[in-house]
Every structure is written in structure tokens, then in C-alpha cells.
């Protein structure tokens, strides 16, 4: 019997496979016909753009922890009631709690200049009245790694390479981001004082892009912040002139306990499998410089307008849509990976989903990562949002995007529609991050392929592949 | 004998125009010939780089009347003089000090949001504490106009029409510039307690644009700020609603006494006629929120960079060059009036002249007031910049520019090289007027056209029609 097992379960995990294969999941050609008159519904639909413009002007800037999160949270549940979503339910989030109260630094020798600057969330305050100490500058977190730390030790280090723009936001994740999220703690591990970089964005505004950092296990915290490029460049006009050059930076900022916030999740009750659903989405936490428009007011935006147009049609799709507006992104997925935790064990039924987290410009690219007889669902999908602009890559992961990357982890089949993110890194994290960043046009076609890819896969005959530990190994 | 008197004297005016038609202004061959050279020296030197970049990197803003205002004067000396130029001077103007100690701006209600707000020049401080008030909005100058006081009266007068971009600048002119110089004294008049614009650049940063306002005699001065274009467009969202919003305004600033500050002046000596002169400039002081590299250290920089391109040929030209770093053109030209209230007797001297104040973008025009006999040495002069991709609009009139249209207004015949002003307001008066914003490539153009035009007016043969009150009437 002990030997049989396994053999059973084999023969059962093989039988298993062999299904998949022989029955590739298929979406029927009426739900086709349906998507394409979505699509056009879409086009014309301004839900999106009534969210976006209600949740910027109305709430404004919403960091996690703070007292505009909350009343975001209560604003989003309000409105989710309002456009008539069967279910709407909250679940918790607990995380630390970053506040922020004030920024200010300067240039105190050779020369002296006020510099703009913004501290990053995780980064503890300075002393009352501020660090004065000289600058170290690298130009390459692979150059402060290669740093003696008696070069660094007591000192500022500045960090300043510059990001270009990209329509796939390459720069962000090569350079922006890595300074960003290491290099504080690269710089403490070696003894420094705090630590500026230049703002990771693609920008000349002087206006600098905050976004959070991480400090390693055993590493004392250092006061970390961001210049604006025009600052940057300051700083590195004066240093070409080989004199040593002493900056005063006066955070008042830090972690202070735990908070606990929560998803807010509507749900369109699905016809006949109600208990699958599509997910999408976006974060409602932003950074508290702008108002959190293009990140990621829109995002959660863009799900709301496909479930509205979806919800205007006769019936109701096969399957649940599920729109979740998570909590607290920003300082590392712990809206996405509170709802992993939460629905581990049922990740079947999450049969696919998509997060918008790349602002509001359009949608040019589709990827996804499903099981193999799913693919030719896919290939439906994207031949749906084709005349929207949109390539399909066959060949390239899709994560599912930022918070449900937590949970396409847990074994959720994941689909990306990635946006053009060219302009988005000029506005990211800034002060700039305001509704007028947001062209309605594009929103729109957010819309109409997110109306258009929920709709299909709550429609579709067979599933894409979503189970417990079914993607684990997916790397994008 | 009184009768005779009048015939004699208009005979001795016809016989002087008849005159100056006779012989008209030419530059001579040898020194179109040169001028060629100098067009492509210019175009390889960065001296007008150097310079910019030394002010804005070791002096920073420059707000007249401040102590980095009487920085950047000694700077400049020491810079003039190490490039040397044959003489540099000073010479006192005298004006009212206004000062900006801090300025704040939030909603109250209907919704709490902070606002990105820049005090205007000349606005005096709200009460400590700041004013809170109803919003009343207007679309236009011309509507606030018209308002009835009863709806003004104790509110908060904001006034949002939208500029946009040209390459002439036309809506600054138009638009921006009126709503800011006059709003606010056409409110106070009202009976209003505070004013707001939308910010009179063509940006959409979240980076306020300050610059001067003027009071009315008469009229008691109320505070007066702008908003950056994403807060005036928040408050529009507002407003929409209906409902009645409040802005607490508080605003730390004002005129304190008078203060001395100084043209500085640098001069290369003619060879023949070294008492006549070509002057050229820009303005030394600066807004302080930025580091006033495109407004105007571009301006002194080009002058800077032609005159030395012009230094280094094997001889001087006949006439001597001036290079002008005026003081405090932005309250209202007070360096140009006071240059010409000083050279108003002698202004014959000035043979012609053009300043440099909108941005360090290409020259892409040229347009002159001049004697009619002096139009085809203008011509001559067009026609060697027209390489560097000037056209020449003989029809307009040429008022040389910012603070020397108060010298021309005095005399000065006038040459106007105007700059492509596309990209100038949106960045003019903001925190985005720094180094990085200059183009070298284009800086370098407009030194060349400089460069010419100083060169070619300072080897005529005949003049260009300078003489006391001689463009009294020219306009724009």
C-alpha cells in the first residue's frame, strides 16, 4: 500500500496533465462578440475618470498609515456602494507605520544653496537641527559597494546616476529603484552619516521623487533622502570644482509603531461560478507629495471603469470580478501580500488577475504567465485588445503587476498589461503626481482592455491554470 | 525775429533728416567679413557657459535687495574683470527692498488639501496666522473687472485663465503677465482680502511661478500669491462642485525700506571712437525660488560670452562694447531706468543697443527701431546672422529689450534679437529656473548672433539714430 501511493498519485498528477493538455481552455465566440461591444462602450465611459478626479480632489495625497488612508478607505468604500457592486468588504493590512513631518537641507560650504529634497519612507529622522557633514559621491551604487569605508565613514554619500525615459520604465528598475531601496543601507554598513541620492525619475522638475527604502537586517538605519535632478546636478557642479563641499539635512521622519489598514474589495457576483472570479485593481496608498493620481489612483480607476461597463450589459458574466483597491503598496506589498495570505489555500478560484500600477498612459503590451493549455485563451484575449493598440508577447512572463505579484506567487495565474510608461517617471513619487497628468483618451483605453480581458476570462470554458504553488518558480 | 526763429529751426530739422537720408548707415566689407568669423568662433566658445554656470553654482538666486543680490554684484565684478574687459564700474539704483521670509497655502473645506503656493513680489504679508476665506473665482481679468464688489468683498479673489506656450511669448504678454501685475489691485479696490492666480507659466508643476505685482496709488495693498497649474486646476475641481471652499493663506513677506544696489558695467574700448558704444546685457537680479539661470544670468552670460569672442580679434572694433548686469529689472526695471536717467544727456553715445531676457533657447528673429537711414545697415546686420537661422522682420519695431527699453525710451536706438520663448514660461519665476534648463548648443547660437550684431553696429559707418527722446513713441 505504501508503495502504491505514489504510483496512484503519479498516475493521478499524469491523467492530470494529460487533461490540460488534451482540453485546452477556450472562450466561446459569443463572449467575444460581447467583449468587442465592450470595448467600444469603454472608449466612450468615463467612470474611471470620475473615480480618479473624485479620490484626488476629494481625499488627495493618502500615505499609508495616515490619516488621509483612512478616509480614502472610507471615500472608496462609499463609492464602490454607489456604482452598485454586489459585495463590498474590507481585510485587514497591518504594517509599520512611516510618518513624515519635515524635509529641509542645504548646502552649507563652498557655496550656500537651499536644496530641494525628500526624505525616502523607512528612513529615520535626523537629530533635531540636522546632520552637517561632508559629501562622498558615487556614481554608481556598484561604486559605493567598491568604497573603502574610511572614505565614507561620518560622511553624506551621494549617489547620482541619472534615469532615461523608457516606454517599458527599464531605467526604473536597473537604476532608480536599486539606488534607491540599497543604497541607504549600503552606506550605513560602511559607516555614513545619511545618505542623498538623485531622485529616481526621468525628469528636470525640481521636485524630488520619495519612494521607500530597505534597510538590511543588523543595519542601524541611516537618515536617507532624495534630491531633485536640478539639485543633483548643483551638487555635482560644485564637487567638479574639487573643493570639499558640506551639506546640512534636517529629516524629521521615522517608523513609529504598527498600523492596520485594510483592502477594500468589491465584487460583481459572477452568473454561474460565482466563487471564481477575475481580480484586478490598483493600490489605494500613494505617496503624500501629489495626490496620488498616476500612482496609483488610476489604476484603481481603470478596474472600477471595466466593472462598470462589464455591469451595464444584460447578464452577468460566468465568473465573479473582483476590484481591489490594496492597501499600502508603496513600502512593500502589504496589501498584496496580506490578500495572498488571506486566500492562499482557495487560489484556485483567483482564476486570473491583473494589476494597473504604471500611471495612466495606454496599455501597449499583453503577457501573461498561465499553464500551457491556457495559451490559446490568451492568444483570444489579446486578438480581443489588439485593435486597441495592444502587441501580444507569447513569450515573456506577466506577473499579474505590483500587489497581486504577491499573489500570482501563491499560485495565481497572472496576466500584465503593460502600460507606456515614458512620461510616468518624470511625475512618480513627486509632488507632480496630480490629475493632470492623467489624459482621459488613455484612461480610456486603460479601460476598454481591462473591460475586455476580465470579461473574457470570467467567460472562459476551462481555467488558466491558477493553483496553490503553480507559478512559483516565475520570474520576470 | 520771433517769427524767423521756428523757420530756421525746421529748416535745420529737414535739413538733418534730409541729411541722414542722404547718407545712409553702411558697414563696411572688411568688417561683414569678420563678423563671419566671429559667427563660427562663437559657435565653439563656451565662455557665456562658464559664466552661467559660475553664477548659478557659486552664488545661486539673486532677489534684489538680498544679501546673495550683493553677492552675485561682487561676483560678477571679479568675473569681469578677470575676463578682461578694459574697464568695470558700477552705478547706484535705488529701490524698495521686498522680502519673502515663507509663504503657505492650504484648502480647508470643503476638502483638506495642502497648496503649492509662491507669494508675488511686492504682495505685503498676511496678519501671523494667515487669512482664511471663501474662494470666489473669475475665468478672466475682464470678468473680475466687471465683478460687483458685494461678491468680492472679504474673499479670497482667484483668477485662473490658462497660458500656453508660443514661440513668441504672446500670452505672457497677453495673459499671464496682466492677470499677475493688475489682479491684485483691481481686487483690493473690491474690497477682497487676499488674491490668487493660476500661475502665469505654461507648465503643468507642481512648482508655483512667482514675479512682480503692482498696486495702484492709492489702493491698499492686500497679499497676493500664485498657485502652481495643478492647484489652481484642484481648486477648479473644487468649485465645480458647487459648494463653498475656503483657503487659509498665510504669507510672511513685504517691502522693508529701500536699498542701494548697482549696475554693474564692463566696458572693451573702441579704437576710434571709443566714447560711442553698443551695449548689451541682461539682468543681474533674479527670482529666489529658482537660481535664476534662464532669467537672467543667460542674458549677462551671452552678452559676456560675444564681447570676449569680440576681445579676442587682432584689433578692437571702433566703437567700444557695454556689457550692462542690470539691477533689479523684476520689480519693474529699476536698473534700466536708472541707466538711462543717468545717460539720458550723453544717450547720442549709445549707438544702439539689445538686451538679452528670454531664456538661453535660439534666436530666431530680429527686428530694429532705427533712423531710416541707418534700416540697410540693419539689413547688413540680418543678413550675417541669417546663417544662424534669424529671420528679419523689417516691419516691427525693436524696443532692445527689458531694462534697455527704458534706455531706448529715452533715445537708444533699439535692436530686439528675440528668443524662442517656447520653453521659457515653463520654467520663468518657478524653482525650475536652473543650469540644467540651458542648452549649450543654443546658448552658443545666441552668443554668435550677439556677437555679430554687437560687432557690426560698433564698426558702422554713420549711426543709428540715437538722440535725446528720438523713439519716444515707439511701441511694441
Chains 1, 2 share one sequence.
Not at 28 to 41: D, K, N
Not at 130 to 143: C, H, M, N, Q
Not at 452 to 471: K, Q, W
Amino acid at each position: 500500500m505504501l508503495r502504491k501511493l505514489p504510483l496512484l498519485l503519479a498516475a493521478a498528477l499524469t491523467a492530470s496533465t494529460v487533461q490540460a493538455q488534451d482540453a485546452p481552455t477556450r472562450i466561446p465566440e459569443s463572449a467575444i462578440a460581447t467583449a468587442a461591444q465592450l470595448r467600444e462602450r469603454a472608449l466612450k465611459d468615463d467612470t474611471a475618470w470620475d473615480f480618479v478626479e473624485g479620490l484626488t480632489t476629494e481625499v488627495g495625497q493618502r500615505l499609508a498609515g495616515s490619516e488621509n488612508d483612512a478616509k480614502a478607505r472610507e471615500w472608496v468604500i462609499a463609492r464602490f456602494k454607489a456604482l452598485g457592486f454586489d459585495k463590498v468588504w474590507t481585510e485587514p493590512v497591518t504594517y509599520p507605520k512611516w510618518v513624515r513631518r519635515s524635509e529641509h537641507a542645504r548646502m552649507t560650504a563652498p557655496y550656500a544653496q537651499p536644496l530641494a529634497v525628500t526624505a525616502l519612507g523607512n528612513s529615520p529622522g535626523t537629530p533635531a537641527g540636522g546632520i552637517t557633514a561632508e559629501i562622498v559621491a558615487f556614481e554608481s551604487l556598484d561604486a559605493l559597494k567598491a568604497a573603502r569605508p574610511e572614505l565614507v565613514r561620518d560622511k553624506i554619500v551621494y549617489v547620482g546616476p541619472r534615469m532615461h525615459a523608457h516606454k517599458d520604465g527599464g531605467d526604473y528598475g536597473k537604476v532608480g529603484s536599486p539606488v534607491r531601496t540599497k543604497g541607504p543601507s549600503i552606506a550605513a554598513q560602511k559607516g555614513a552619516a545619511a545618505f542623498l541620492l538623485r531622485s529616481a525619475g526621468t525628469d528636470d522638475n525640481r521636485l524630488p521623487h520619495t519612494g521607500t527604502t530597505d534597510f538590511e537586517k543588523g543595519v542601524t538605519p541611516i537618515p536617507a533622502a532624495a534630491l531633485s535632478s536640478p539639485d543633483a546636478d548643483l551638487v555635482e557642479h560644485v564637487l567638479k570644482r574639487g573643493k570639499p563641499a558640506t551639506i546640512e539635512l534636517a529629516l524629521d521622519c521615522g517608523v513609529e509603531g504598527e498600523y492596520t489598514g485594510a483592502n477594500v474589495i468589491a465584487e460583481l457576483r459572477g452568473r454561474t461560478r460565482p466563487n471564481e472570479y477575475f481580480i484586478m485593481g490598483g493600490h489605494l496608498d500613494s505617496w503624500d507629495p501629489g495626490t496620488g493620481a498616476i500612482d496609483d489612483g488610476a489604476g484603481i480607476a481603470i478596474s472600477v471603469g471595466a466593472a462598470h461597463v462589464i455591469a451595464q450589459l444584460p447578464e452577468r458574466p460566468k465568473r465573479s470580478l473582483r476590484v481591489v483597491a490594496f492597501a499600502n503598496e508603496e513600502a512593500g506589498l502589504y496589501g498584496g501580500k496580506a490578500y495572498a495570505a488571506a486566500h492562499a489555500k482557495e487560489i484556485a478560484h483567483a482564476v486570473l488577475g491583473s494589476e494597473s500600477d504604471g500611471g495612466a498612459d495606454r496599455i501597449w503590451k499583453l503577457t501573461a504567465s498561465v499553464k500551457p493549455s491556457a495559451r490559446d485563451a490568451i492568444a483570444q484575449i489579446a486578438a480581443a485588445v489588439q485593435p486597441l493598440g495592444v502587441e501580444y508577447d507569447a513569450n515573456a512572463p506577466g506577473r499579474a503587476g505590483s500587489d497581486l505579484s504577491a499573489v500570482h506567487e501563491v499560485g495565481m495565474a497572472g496576466l500584465s498589461l503593460h502600460q507606456d510608461t515614458t512620461r510616468y517617471f518624470d511625475w512618480h513619487h513627486s509632488a507632480n503626481d496630480t490629475l493632470d497628468k492623467i489624459d482621459p483618451e488613455q484612461l480610456r483605453q486603460n479601460v476598454a482592455v481591462y473591460a475586455v480581458a476580465a470579461y473574457l476570462a470570467a467567460e472562459a470554458e476551462g481555467d488558466f491554470g491558477s493553483a496553490p504553488g503553480a507559478f512559483a518558480q516565475d520570474k520576470e
